[in-house]
């Protein structure tokens, strides 16, 4: 089936304690992203890749990292998570720039509090 | 500043009845349009897309209509059911202008409620 998986589904963390987010994809994507959703935001863009090794910012990229170091993996690292980044993540994927169509796949998900 | 706009946070509609979700956008660099649809717990799923090279398309009971000259586009769902009550997001993609190709702007999202 294919899909965009996301870990953990749910986290709950303190200040300042490193935590990474995983995403995997096994639809052979070439571009991923990460969003975060907030209440009356929307989503918004963190970061994204077109390849392996190729990341850029998106919208609000400060406080995180991502690496591409595989096609099918796309992790968000916070080195120090703050309580301003509670929030809901959404990893995503979709083929590009080939087909024309830019469907993304979504991850089902993360919801993570920093107290 | 926002991009994409979605002026209205919910809608309330009638079973059976049409519901009409607006969008709004300011950059006219976009040239493909999507609507995505989320359930609570869910990540969002496509729905419908449209290039700007149209002005309309369809999609069973979804159709979504785009006006470039006033940067507007819209989703008509015929006839409303319960089960598309959700969170509709419109995006909007600059395809092929920019380093940031692909890259979706989202709105904020519209809330649909259709009532039995």
């Known amino acids: 089936e294919a899909q965009v998986t996301q870990n953990p589904r749910y986290l709950i963390t303190v200040t300042g304690k490193k935590l990474t987010v995983t995403c995997s994809q096994n639809?052979?994507?070439?571009?991923m992203s990460w969003y975060r959703q907030d209440p009356g935001l929307g989503l918004r863009q963190i970061y994204y890749s077109m390849n392996v090794e190729v990341t850029d910012k998106g919208d609000v990229p400060e406080g995180y990292k991502v690496s591409r170091k595989e096609k099918r993996n796309f992790p968000l690292i916070l080195e120090s998570p703050s309580p301003n980044q509670t929030s809901l993540y959404f990893c995503a994927s979709s083929l590009f720039p080939a087909g024309g169509s830019y469907e993304q796949y979504f991850g089902p998900g993360t919801r993570l509090t920093v107290t | 500043d926002q991009q994409v706009k979605q002026n209205s946070p919910s809608l309330s509609v009638q079973e059976g009845r049409i519901s009409i979700l607006n969008c709004d956008y300011t950059?006219?660099?976009?040239?493909?349009f999507l609507w995505y649809k989320k359930y609570p717990a869910e990540g969002p799923t496509f729905l419908i897309s449209?290039?700007?090279?149209?002005d309309k398309n369809e999609d069973g009971r979804f159709t979504v209509f785009l006006n470039k000259s006033a940067k507007h586009l819209s989703l008509h769902i015929v006839p409303s059911q319960p089960g598309d009550s959700a969170v509709y997001f419109c995006a909007a993609s600059a395809r092929n202008y920019g380093g940031s190709q692909g890259n979706l702007i989202f709105g904020k999202g519209t809330k649909l409620s259709v009532k039995p």
């Open positions: 449209i290039s700007s090279i149209k």
């Open positions: 950059n006219s660099m976009f040239d493909y």
């Open positions: 639809m052979n994507h070439e571009y």
